[in-house]
């Protein structure tokens, strides 16, 4: 059997222990739980995600801007009579 020592450096096991509920996903079930949201929020709140991963998605999938070139100006000068 494994001793452990015995260091109780307490911001350590803080960090640990949120870490842990954090990867549980317990803490966001608590707050999405915490208030009663109507199942058609619940539903504009879906499709407002699903626009914003396929906006992101689209973005990241598109080509860039074409570069723009700078504009070159030709002064054009009457015809000369002689």
């Known amino acids: 059997m494994r001793k452990r020592k015995n260091d109780y450096n307490f911001d350590r096991l803080l960090r640990q222990f949120k870490r842990k509920v954090q990867r549980s996903g317990k803490l966001e079930d608590f707050r999405k739980k915490q208030y ?13 995600a699903a626009k914003r991963r396929a906006a992101a998605l689209q973005k990241k999938n598109s080509l860039p801007p074409e570069p723009r070139l700078p504009v070159i100006r030709t002064q054009i000068l009457p015809p000369e009579d002689k």
């Open 36 to 48: 009663y949201t109507k199942p058609a929020q619940q539903r504009q709140e879906k499709m407002n």
